[in-house]
């Protein structure tokens, strides 16, 4: 039916008219906020190149999560930031390895609150690599061996749900076959399916300093350039036995996350990485952008990508914004 007859304002002409037809709405519970821990006591140590962001000691994490909880965010995503490196990346799986310390920390505190952890070991290697390095090269399957010993120390720990991010083929099945033989059958894994091999992570190695020491992590990590990869990466993992899958970064990725949900139709992670945050905050602050727009208008397009859960650092403000506007 032609214009004048057609008129698509119609349906745009006040706020309420706007919200009855809105299509897709970003909600809390839709929100995963990630957290670094390290050791130590009283330590609130700004992160310079992701402006409010910190590494806390595990004391002051727990008061940072005070406020977290009050927002009703579901889920955390604890980092680690060992003391103490070596080859073997040991601190990842030893018992009181400071996930392992945070774990239990956080349940005694916070007990109905979801803690994810995520499953590597390039912040706890010498190298910086995800996994065990024979002449210059990640080896796969001896890789797994720690990540799967790693899953069954978080689980131990208190994690709710286990987040294995190395890359490295097979992971979910060997992990998810350590945490069955360990009696936890009813472990959830939201594995890093398709994970790219991106300058958006910039920020975070500085945070965590898990930057490599040589080389980079493109023999394991995918090609920026690929979407049909991605589908064969999350159908493994999910022929595995993974739970969720993710998409890492997003903003750049928005059609493998689209791809991904209308092809599995299973629950899609989607991690609004460390560069992407920063670029805002930096924008924002030189006031080239209004900071609540944009980062709301952002969270809600990786929504509509297909996205169930968003993982943020912009979680806790968004957060408030969106129970500002309730």
């Known amino acids: 039916m032609p214009f004048p007859e057609q008129r698509p304002r119609r349906l745009r002409?006040?706020?309420?008219?706007?919200?009855?037809?809105?299509?897709?709405?970003?909600?809390?519970?839709?929100?995963?906020?990630?957290?670094?821990?390290?050791h130590g006591s009283g330590l609130a140590e700004p992160i310079d190149s992701m402006p409010g962001i910190y590494r806390y000691s595990i004391d002051r994490l727990l008061g940072e999560l005070e406020e977290v909880v009050k927002l009703k965010i579901p889920c955390i995503l604890p980092f680690g930031v060992p003391a103490e490196k070596d080859e073997a990346g040991s601190e990842a799986y030893a018992e009181n390895g400071i996930i392992q310390q945070t774990l239990r920390a956080v349940k005694r505190e916070y007990p109905n609150l979801t803690v994810i952890t995520d499953l590597c070991l390039c912040e706890y290697t010498s190298h910086g690599h995800c996994g065990i390095i024979q002449d210059d090269y990640?080896?796969?399957?001896?890789?797994?061996?720690?990540?799967?010993?790693?899953?069954?120390?978080?689980?131990s720990a208190g994690a709710d749900i286990i987040a294995p991010s190395d890359m490295m083929d097979g992971?979910?099945?060997?992990?998810?076959?350590?945490?069955?033989?360990?009696?936890?059958?009813?472990?959830?894994?939201?594995?890093?399916?398709?994970?790219?091999?991106?300058?958006?992570?910039?920020?975070?190695?500085?945070a965590a300093d898990s930057a490599p020491k040589f080389g980079d992590r493109k023999s394991y990590q995918m090609d920026p350039a690929n979407s049909d990869e991605a589908l064969r990466e999350v159908w493994l993992d999910i022929e595995e036995g993974a739970d969720i899958v993710m998409v890492k970064p997003a903003l750049a990725y928005m059609d493998i996350i689209r791809r991904v949900k209308d092809e599995f139709n299973c629950p899609v992670a989607a991690y609004n990485v460390s560069g992407e945050?920063?670029?805002?905050?930096?924008?924002?602050?030189?006031?080239?952008?209004?900071?609540?727009?944009?980062v709301m208008e952002i969270l809600t397009g990786i929504k509509r990508a297909g996205a169930d859960i968003v993982i943020t650092y912009h979680a806790k403000d968004a957060a408030r914004w969106i129970n500002d506007e309730k």
């Open 13 to 38: 002409v006040n706020e309420n008219i706007r919200r009855l037809v809105r299509e897709n709405r970003l909600a809390v519970d839709n929100l995963v906020y990630p957290v670094f821990v390290t």
């Open 138 to 155: 990640v080896m796969n399957d001896l890789t797994l061996d720690l990540l799967a010993k790693t899953a069954v120390s978080h689980a």
């Open 171 to 206: 992971r979910v099945g060997a992990i998810r076959a350590a945490l069955d033989r360990n009696g936890y059958n009813n472990m959830p894994i939201m594995a890093y399916s398709a994970k790219y091999c991106s300058a958006f992570y910039g920020p975070f190695r500085e």
């Open 277 to 294: 945050y920063s670029m805002v905050k930096a924008a924002a602050q030189n006031g080239w952008v209004e900071e609540r727009r944009i």
